[in-house]
Structure formats: C-alpha cells, structure tokens
C-alpha cells in the first residue's frame, strides 16, 4: 500500500521569504501523480500544484514549485516570496494512475503541514 | 461557475443517532468522492462514485456508513447509529473523470457528543 509523510507538523516563515515544505512517499508503482492541497481554516482544499511522475520537469504555479525527486520518493514544495494569505494546513497526496488495476484515483494524503507567516 | 457544496456545514448529534451529508457536486462531474478528516490527521478515502454506481467503497469503516448517488449528481452519505469516534469533517470531492483533479467542498464538520 501506498503512504505518505510530511515529518514537519509545523513550519513558520517571514512575510517575503521562501519556505520548503517536506513530503515523502512510499511506492512501488512507477506511474502516479503528487499533488499538494492547501487547506486554510475555512477547512476547503484547494489544488495548490500538480505532479505527473512522468514527468522529469518539476512543475511550478507561479510562487509555487516542487522539488520532485523520483528515485528518492521526495516531493517537496518551495513557496517563494511567501504571504499572509500563505497561511494554511498544507498537505501532500499521492494518487495511483488509472493504469494500476483496482485504482479509482482516490487520493492519499499525509498528516500535513501547519504553515504560518510572519509579517 | 458554483463549486462544490455540503450541507450542512456542522452537524451536532447524540450518540446512537442516525445522520445524513449532502454533497453537491460540480455541475458535469462523474466522478465523486467521500473522504474523513479527524483531528490533526489528512483525508482519509472513504468511497468513490462513477456516475450512480459506488465503484469503490473499500475505505467505509463499518457496516454503519453507506453511500448513495441516485441520479448521479448530488450524494448522501449516512451514518447509522453514530459513535463519538465518528466526530470529524467528512469532505466530498468531484472531478470530470476520475483521471482529472478532484475539487472539494469546504466540509461537513460532525460532532458525535
């Protein structure tokens, strides 16, 4: 079965700085997709960026980018000049490709990471 | 264009009690899924609908928790003689396909007091 871990229950940044988020995940699929959620207080996910493990190039949502390294199971993101509205949970998920018999795209996400901002 | 919506958006409940979550998906999305989040933890998969049909309901806890879609839009999950450890935000999510990315609604959160 397939898992997930983000090992940072909290992370704090400055107002204007960068802060990377850790994710780790434990498969033995070699085609899936990684996603990071941001969840704020009014408890709705959004899509903060998606990750096709196809794909070598890392993917980026304009203040947003992942570091995806295949071989080592790591999946984490970078959120550059970070701001108020930064502050949320943020999570990470792995869903397998439709490729793998008995997969109906649910996602596995991790316990997540608390995320506040400085000003 | 309207996301998806839960109603209610807090539910409090007795132990022993029988309660039902409404899930509106987006308009047009056949694919649709069920998940809990209890305190401190992520989502947690619970069942997932392909138009009317459950396709897959392996994350359902117990015999006490059932899903229905009967038109293929809107969704009801119910909970039968519910348990203080049933207490969490129950999400519902859609997407077009299940290959696309799924869009959650802000959550149902329910108290089992």
């Known amino acids: 079965a397939q898992t997930v871990t983000q090992s940072q229950p909290e992370m704090s940044v400055q107002e204007a700085e960068t802060v990377t988020l850790s994710c780790t995940y434990d498969?033995?699929?070699?085609?899936?997709?990684l996603f990071w959620y941001k969840q704020p207080p009014s408890r709705q996910m959004i899509l903060v960026i998606r990750?096709?493990?196809?794909?070598?190039q890392n993917a980026t949502e304009n203040r947003f980018s992942v570091n995806f390294q295949k071989a080592a199971k790591s999946f984490s993101l970078k959120i550059s000049d970070s701001q108020l509205g930064d502050a949320a949970m943020y999570f990470c998920?792995?869903?397998?490709?439709?490729?793998?018999?008995?997969?109906?795209?649910?996602?596995?996400f991790g316990k997540g990471t608390k995320l506040s901002v400085k000003p | 264009g309207a996301g998806v919506s839960q109603t209610p958006s807090n539910k409090v409940t007795e132990k022993g009690k029988y309660v039902e979550l409404r899930c509106d998906p987006i308009s047009g999305h056949t694919a649709l899924y069920w998940y809990r989040q209890s305190l401190g933890q992520g989502p947690e998969f619970l069942i997932y609908?392909?138009?009317?049909?459950?396709?897959?309901d392996s994350g359902l806890p117990n015999d006490r928790f059932f899903a229905v879609r009967p038109e293929g839009s809107v969704s009801t999950l119910k909970i039968q003689r519910t348990e203080r450890g049933d207490s969490a935000v129950y999400l519902c999510?859609?997407?077009?396909?299940?290959?696309?990315?799924?869009?959650f609604g802000p959550g149902t959160r329910l108290t089992v007091l």
């Open positions: 609908f392909q138009g009317t049909g459950a396709a897959d």
């Open positions: 999510a859609s997407s077009p396909t299940s290959l696309d990315t799924q869009y």
């Open positions: 990750q096709e493990a196809y794909k070598q």
């Open positions: 998920a792995y869903r397998s490709s439709m490729n793998y018999g008995g997969s109906q795209g649910n996602l596995i």
């Open positions: 498969t033995s699929e070699s085609d899936y997709y």
